[in-house]
């Protein structure tokens, strides 16, 4: 390669090693020829389009399919306007209280040191690695009538299984690591010493949080909370197995759209499913304008999911 | 004010060998710059954290005046810290780091908001910041903002001011700079300040007193012409300033290396083993064949030579188990590597080591 300060580079066209244009300048080591680059961006293309672009597409145009009217007439239905309540019921529960624990959880492994930190750092990962029909199993044996707690519940007449704090329960469950992990790794990269210079210039704990360490995350959480609310209105193997799909009472979005499914009502299902699909669409932009915002600091701390 | 430390121990971790903190007794009289100044691991910056509240001693008291504020947390302290990484807040401009301090006091002793601006901006004048108020730490430049950070510990009106390694990221000529202007500014606003520092230049030339720390223990504490020109330990001699040790032997009220008496007054009449240290300047080149002493001079053996500013030095090697000497040799003194020369000793100062029996 040659010393001069402007150089050819194929598909790049003159490259000036501007400080603002560095990225494009190519080295040859890490080249590789035209035609092996296009058919490494070919394959990934291919694949993306195939197999989650084409779908995507086809579930707007299944819900589509059959008119406006029909598509908002399956959504106004009694039972899909209670599964759709139900899901955002279920997420202004869940969101809150995983975001409390989540910074609860973040601030214990990033603040301090006590023994058993490991372990707590590997139980927030179990709901990633327990299959959902298994979480949701979990909280059947520990609620259902023959569970551990089944008949203290029923002699004070409480219902979880099968009923709205089965749902909140299994979810929360689910959906517990998205919060505390955007945080962890950005918490211990911001270590204590703002939190110290607080304390010695008299503020107190909670000012403290408020003031320093709240602002110093509030990216990260609001990706975590992001993500977090995404999972849960989608969530189906555990809440399935707990909710007992009862029509119109613990049927959330995505038993519903089964249920639809598996009745033929092929408008309805697909209606449904566009606007989680929607949803899903809003989160992946809210995400990428987050990164583009704010991209240094959550990329220190992001494991992707 | 007064800060003293009285039998602070601190203990980390009890299977470890020795305590971080090994009693500490340590008095900083009201208006003084008194340095910690010790390597790294020698517990330097644990006391000043304890000092501060930021950690809690295994035992021991500290007082500010004549209160134990040994109980005191954090908050109620009212120290000014000043961090070595700044720990500027990071999402705050610079006057509402300044006024952090202040517009995080309860209603009942709050300045009004429009005091609170004055007074930051008084104190971004004091630290020559003015007119950058506005901006947020990202935006300055390190010593700026080790300035906006002693500001912002000064906005509370500390009882004392505590300075952990405050220059040590910035690079040589920021640190002289701030060096100075951290002297002028004590020397106005009269704060009784410690700070800690393995810079030994950085504490001789800024502190009134100096206290040399080694191993948890205090080794010394005096002015810096006293830790200099009579450090107390062999560890203060060989830390401070540049020094060879040289393995000798006192008998007779004397001093030997080998056979060979030397000319240094002995403070202590005991014999037995120790090290004489020696400045590079305290030794000359002597005259060859020549000797006060009518017996033939110490000799050494050039090793190396090089420059050094504006003389030059030797590492000289002296015969049987005494050692090697870094001498300071005249530009002008012809010297070959191998070659022999006499030396003659100024000055030098021993430590004994293990008396005889």
């Known amino acids: 390669?040659?010393?001069?300060?402007?150089?050819?580079?194929?598909?790049?066209?003159?490259?000036?090693?501007?400080?603002?244009?560095?990225?494009?300048?190519?080295?040859?080591?890490?080249?590789?020829?035209?035609?092996?680059?296009?058919?490494?961006?070919?394959?990934?293309?291919?694949?993306?389009?195939?197999?989650?672009?084409?779908?995507?597409?086809?579930?707007?145009?299944e819900a589509f399919n059959h008119g406006l009217g029909a598509y908002f007439s399956a959504l106004t239905e009694p039972d899909t306007r209670a599964a759709i309540g139900l899901t955002l019921l279920v997420s202004a529960f869940v969101v809150p209280l995983n975001v409390v624990f989540g910074l609860a959880a973040a601030w214990a492994i990033a603040k301090f040191q006590f023994p058993g930190k490991s372990f707590l750092i590997t139980l927030i990962d179990l709901p990633f690695s327990v299959s959902p029909v298994v979480a949701g199993l979990i909280y059947v044996l520990m609620f259902g009538s023959n569970g551990l707690l089944g008949e203290w519940l029923q002699a004070h007449d409480i219902k979880v299984i099968f009923a709205v704090p089965g749902v909140v329960?299994?979810?929360?469950?689910?959906?517990?690591?998205?919060?505390?992990?955007e945080i962890i790794p950005l918490m211990e990269t911001q270590g204590t010493v703002e939190e110290e210079a607080a304390l010695t210039l008299g503020a107190s704990g909670f000012s403290t949080f408020l003031r320093i360490t709240l602002p110093n995350i509030k990216w990260a959480l609001l990706y975590g909370v992001l993500l977090c609310n995404a999972r849960a209105m989608g969530e189906f193997g555990a809440v399935s197995v707990v909710s007992g799909h009862i029509r119109g009472l613990t049927d959330t979005m995505p038993l519903h759209i089964e249920i639809l499914y598996n009745e033929y009502n092929i408008t309805a299902a697909f209606s449904v499913a566009s606007v989680l699909a929607l949803l899903a669409l809003v989160t992946l932009v809210a995400k990428t304008v987050l990164e583009g915002v704010w991209g240094e600091e959550l990329a220190g701390g992001s494991r992707r999911h | 004010m007064q800060i003293r430390v009285v039998d602070i121990v601190k203990q980390f971790d009890p299977r470890a060998k020795g305590p971080v903190l090994d009693q500490i007794n340590l008095n900083v009289v009201g208006g003084e710059l008194l340095a910690l100044l010790g390597p790294s691991g020698s517990g330097k910056t644990t006391l000043l954290r304890i000092i501060a509240g930021l950690d809690q001693p295994t035992g021991g008291k500290v007082f500010f005046g004549e209160e134990d504020a040994s109980g005191l947390r954090v908050q109620e302290?009212?120290?000014?810290?000043?961090?070595?990484?700044?720990?500027?807040?990071?999402?705050?401009?610079?006057?509402?780091?300044?006024?952090?301090?202040?517009?995080?006091?309860?209603?009942?002793?709050?300045?009004?908001?429009?005091?609170?601006?004055?007074?930051?901006?008084?104190?971004?004048?004091?630290?020559?910041?003015?007119?950058?108020?506005?901006?947020?730490?990202?935006?300055?430049?390190?010593?700026?903002?080790?300035?906006?950070?002693?500001?912002?510990?000064?906005?509370?009106?500390?009882?004392v001011l505590l300075l952990d390694e405050p220059f040590g990221a910035l690079d040589a000529k920021v640190r002289r700079d701030l060096r100075l202007w951290l002297r002028e500014l004590h020397d106005r606003t009269g704060h009784t300040t410690l700070f800690v520092t393995h810079d030994q230049d950085e504490a001789l030339e800024l502190a009134d007193r100096v206290a040399v720390l080694s191993q948890g223990r205090i080794e010394q504490i005096g002015s810096p012409d006293e830790i200099y020109d009579h450090p107390a330990t062999a560890f203060v001699h060989g830390f401070i300033g540049e020094s060879s040790a040289l393995r000798v032997n006192a008998r007779e009220g004397r001093l030997f290396i080998g056979d060979r008496p030397l000319s240094i007054p002995l403070r202590e009449e005991r014999p037995g083993w120790g090290r004489l240290f020696i400045r590079p300047q305290d030794v000359v080149i002597g005259e060859k064949g020549l000797s006060e002493t009518g017996r033939p001079p110490i000799e050494a053996e050039v090793l190396s030579l090089w420059r050094s500013g504006p003389t030059r030095r030797a590492e000289l090697a002296l015969a049987g188990e005494a050692g090697r000497i870094e001498i300071d040799a005249p530009v002008a003194t012809p010297l070959t590597p191998g070659e022999k020369v006499p030396l003659h000793f100024k000055r030098g100062t021993f430590y004994l080591e293990t008396p005889a029996a």
Do not use: C
């Open chain 1, 1 to 61: 390669m040659s010393e001069t300060s402007i150089e050819w580079v194929p598909e790049a066209g003159f490259v000036v090693p501007q400080k603002q244009r560095v990225r494009r300048i190519r080295t040859a080591v890490t080249t590789e020829g035209p035609v092996l680059r296009a058919s490494l961006i070919g394959i990934a293309i291919t694949f993306l389009a195939l197999f989650l672009l084409l779908p995507l597409i086809v579930v707007f145009y």
């Open chain 1, 169 to 181: 329960l299994a979810t929360i469950f689910v959906t517990f690591p998205f919060v505390a992990r």
């Open chain 2, 77 to 159: 302290r009212r120290v000014g810290f000043v961090f070595q990484n700044y720990a500027l807040f990071k999402h705050l401009t610079l006057e509402e780091n300044i006024a952090f301090g202040l517009t995080v006091r309860d209603r009942a002793t709050r300045p009004p908001k429009a005091e609170i601006r004055r007074r930051a901006l008084e104190l971004l004048d004091l630290v020559q910041l003015s007119g950058l108020g506005k901006r947020y730490p990202a935006q300055l430049s390190g010593g700026q903002r080790q300035r906006v950070a002693l500001a912002r510990a000064l906005a509370v009106e500390p009882r």
